[in-house]
Each structure stands twice: as structure tokens, then as C-alpha cells.
Nanobody, 120 residues
Framework: QLVESGGGLVQAGGSLRLSCAASERTFSRYNMAWFRQAPGKEREFVAL????????DYADSVKGRFTISKDNAKTTVYLEMNSLESEDTAVYYC???????????????WGQGTQVTVSS
């Protein structure tokens, strides 16, 4: 089970931190990723961290602005978002899967999503 939190309304240039709380079993065995879906668009990859926490990947559109991290003790993965742009407005989803991949089809478990709205 994955539960996201931390979304909200922020002005362009601002910051938000999303959290995804996972059950202990899910967190220790799976790769974790963030995806997002903007209105009228397909869901897209944002960032991932592998099960060991040593391999991280970002979409080009967020590289240098977003940071993904995981806290094993809290079984939580975070997405720190800085320098937010109106194009970042979307519902953000946390996902867990057994294959390290940018493809959403490789992820078996999904959270309910949290809305991020960036006003210009």
C-alpha cells in the first residue's frame, strides 16, 4: 500500500516536498518511482530510486530541480521539487515495482495520487 501526501498550490519558482509512505515489505523489496499526469496528457515518468537507494534517474524535464530520496527507517520515499514551473502542474503518483524502469507498466503498486498546482 502506498500513500502520497504533500501536494498543494504553489507559485511558480516555489518548492514542495511530496511523500510516499509504503508498507515495510513493499519498501525493502521494490524500486520506487514518481510519475505524473497533467490534464489532457498521458502519465509520464518523473524520477526513480532503486531498491538499494544507490541508483537514481530523472526525466530530463525535472533534472536539476527535483530530488528523489528514500528513508529506509520511515519506509518513505520523497520527491523534493524546487523551482516549480506551471508545466509541473499535474497529479503525482508514487509507484513500486520489481524492475528498475522508466516504464509505468513495470510498476505493480500505485498510490492514489496527490495534486500539485503551480500558479504563474
Amino acid at each position: 500500500q502506498l500513500v502520497e501526501s504533500g501536494g498543494g498550490l504553489v507559485q511558480a519558482g516555489g518548492s514542495l516536498r511530496l511523500s510516499c509512505a509504503a508498507s515495510e515489505r513493499t519498501f525493502s523489496r521494490y524500486n520506487m518511482a514518481w510519475f505524473r499526469q497533467a490534464p489532457g496528457k498521458e502519465r509520464e515518468f518523473v524520477a526513480l530510486v532503486d531498491w538499494s537507494g544507490t541508483s537514481i534517474d530523472y526525466a530530463d524535464s525535472v533534472k536539476g530541480r527535483f530530488t528523489i530520496s528514500k528513508d529506509n527507517a520511515k519506509t518513505t520515499v520523497y520527491l523534493e521539487m524546487n523551482s516549480l514551473e506551471s508545466e509541473d502542474t499535474a497529479v503525482y503518483y508514487c509507484a513500486a515495482g520489481s524492475v528498475r524502469s522508466r516504464s509505468q507498466v513495470q510498476y505493480n503498486y500505485w498510490g492514489q495520487g496527490t495534486q500539485v498546482t503551480v500558479s504563474s
